[in-house]
């Protein structure tokens, strides 16, 4: 495979952060391309409520252009698509079943599948909810990238058909998510979009120790919060926050609560884009707990996990501010040596690489 390669991605979004997380994600794996002399075309469906939110319209690493549907995107993209090295096709995509099969009609030189949502993807698949990938389609991939790892790569070849699934973890822009500064203004923050699945969880540990705690300051940001949630005196809120602010808002905090998805948390080895962010702020994580988590961040030395309401309390009123700093750093230093979008990248192409080879190899076994 050819050093520079030449790229085509189909995302949910790039231009906009607005409501998800995975903008972040591609930004700071784009970058990492960008860095290393490859070239992308990130195509995007143009969406209202996109449209109406956009962050980023004229990212300066990688081209951006919109289409308005499966017809749309064949009339004015399919010479791209064909002559590029790999088109990549993202989980959450609009009419992402028939944008599949008809990117596979026109025999891309390889074909992958980048799941920023895995266990969220295989647990609709469970039930048979075909709205983004069909499993039908799981052996047209010529690699699956999983936002998952270790246990769910075994199931995803093994059960569910997979040809070739690599782990492809979510990664921070060290660049542009570093400490700023700034002083302290909240002893605990929560940055995620309102999920009725990880509220109950934001109930146990942050509201309920802002109930106990009304002294120490709070913060809750991401849109689509229900308006009947009765939050504490002392707990901000915020609607939306852009990526450009992310690092002001970890470095003005003690602690960031990172809270994970429910159909994450069963499968395990799924790290939230927001670790790696809070983590290259050098702000200390406290965490709910997840199988694997402790393979990203030692608890207790770079991380602190918390099962329940007393925990939380105790780190906010116990924990020393050399304790704290030590845990901070400790993340911190994971995460630039581990998880960053250069990274990340070079693991792409590497993976890139593989696919291309297992799939010249089958070639050459099926014509003899």
Same mark, same amino acid.
């Given at each position: !495979?050819?050093?520079?390669?030449?790229?085509?991605?189909?995302?949910?979004?790039?231009?906009?952060?607005?409501?998800?997380?995975?903008?972040?994600?591609?930004?700071?794996?784009?970058?990492?391309?960008?860095?290393?002399?490859?070239?992308?075309?990130?195509?995007?469906?143009? @969406?209202?409520?996109?449209?109406?939110?956009?962050?980023?319209?004229?990212?300066?690493?990688?081209?951006?252009?919109?289409?308005?549907?499966?017809?749309?995107?064949?009339?004015?993209?399919?010479?791209?698509? *064909?002559?590029?090295?790999?088109?990549?096709?993202?989980? /959450?995509?609009?009419?992402?079943?028939? %944008?599949?099969?008809? %990117?596979?009609?026109? *025999?891309?030189?390889?074909?992958?599948?980048?799941?920023? $949502?895995?266990?969220?993807?295989?647990?609709?698949?469970?039930?048979?909810?075909?709205?983004?990938?069909?499993?039908?389609?799981?052996? =047209?991939?010529?690699?699956?990238?999983?936002?998952?790892? $270790?246990?769910?790569?075994?199931?995803?070849?093994?059960?569910?058909?997979?040809?070739? &699934?690599?782990?492809?973890?979510?990664?921070?822009?060290?660049?542009?998510?570093?400490?700023?500064?700034?002083?302290?203004?909240?002893?605990?923050?929560?940055?995620?979009?309102?999920?009725?699945?990880?509220?109950?969880?934001?109930?146990?540990?942050?509201?309920?120790?802002?109930? =106990?705690?009304?002294? !120490?300051?709070?913060?809750?940001?991401?849109?689509?919060?229900?308006?009947?949630?009765?939050?504490?005196?002392?707990?901000?809120?915020?609607?939306?926050?852009?990526?450009?602010?992310?690092?002001?808002? /970890?470095?003005?905090?003690?602690?960031? =609560?990172?809270?994970?998805?429910?159909?994450?948390?069963? &499968?395990?080895?799924?790290?939230?884009?927001?670790?790696?962010?809070?983590? &290259?702020?050098?702000?200390? %994580?406290?965490?709910?707990?997840?199988?694997?988590?402790? +393979?990203?961040?030692?608890?207790?030395?770079?991380?602190?996990?918390?099962?329940?309401?007393? +925990?939380?309390?105790?780190?906010?009123?116990?924990?020393?501010? +050399?304790?704290?700093? *030590?845990?901070?750093?400790?993340?911190? *230093?994971? @995460? =630039?040596?581990?998880?960053?979008?250069?990274?990340?990248?070079?693991?792409?192409?590497?993976?890139?690489?593989?696919?291309?080879?297992?799939?010249?190899?089958?070639?050459?076994?099926?014509?003899?």
């Amino acid at each position: !495979m050819k050093r520079s390669l030449d790229l085509v991605i189909l995302g949910l979004s790039l231009s906009s952060s607005w409501g998800n997380g995975h903008a972040t994600t591609y930004r700071a794996l784009l970058r990492g391309l960008h860095a290393r002399g490859h070239s992308v075309l990130f195509l995007e469906r143009d @969406v209202p409520w996109y449209a109406a939110q956009r962050d980023l319209p004229d990212p300066d690493f990688c081209e951006l252009s919109f289409y308005e549907g499966v017809d749309d995107l064949l009339v004015r993209f399919s010479r791209r698509l *064909h002559a590029a090295d790999a088109v990549i096709i993202g989980s /959450y995509i609009p009419e992402g079943v028939g %944008i599949i099969d008809a %990117i596979a009609g026109q *025999h891309p030189q390889l074909l992958c599948f980048y799941d920023i $949502d895995t266990p969220v993807t295989l647990a609709k698949l469970d039930r048979n909810d075909e709205e983004y990938l069909a499993v039908r389609q799981m052996p =047209l991939f010529d690699i699956y990238f999983s936002f998952s790892g $270790d246990e769910v790569i075994d199931q995803l070849e093994r059960r569910y058909g997979a040809t070739y &699934a690599e782990p492809l973890y979510c990664s921070v822009d060290e660049r542009a998510y570093r400490n700023t500064g700034e002083a302290i203004h909240w002893d605990l923050g929560y940055l995620g979009t309102y999920s009725p699945d990880r509220q109950p969880i934001l109930e146990k540990l942050l509201i309920g120790p802002a109930r =106990l705690l009304p002294q !120490m300051r709070f913060v809750v940001a991401g849109p689509n919060y229900p308006s009947d949630i009765e939050w504490p005196a002392n707990v901000s809120r915020i609607e939306h926050l852009a990526p450009a602010d992310h690092p002001s808002f /970890y470095s003005r905090q003690k602690f960031t =609560l990172n809270i994970t998805r429910s159909d994450m948390a069963a &499968a395990g080895w799924s790290p939230s884009v927001r670790l790696f962010e809070a983590a &290259a702020c050098g702000t200390p %994580i406290i965490s709910d707990y997840w199988r694997g988590l402790e +393979e990203f961040f030692p608890a207790g030395k770079a991380i602190i996990i918390a099962h329940g309401l007393n +925990e939380v309390v105790a780190a906010l009123t116990n924990l020393s501010s +050399e304790k704290r700093t *030590h845990i901070a750093e400790a993340a911190r *230093h994971i @995460v =630039l040596d581990r998880h960053t979008g250069m990274r990340r990248a070079r693991q792409f192409i590497a993976a890139l690489s593989t696919g291309r080879q297992r799939k010249d190899q089958e070639v050459q076994r099926v014509s003899i």
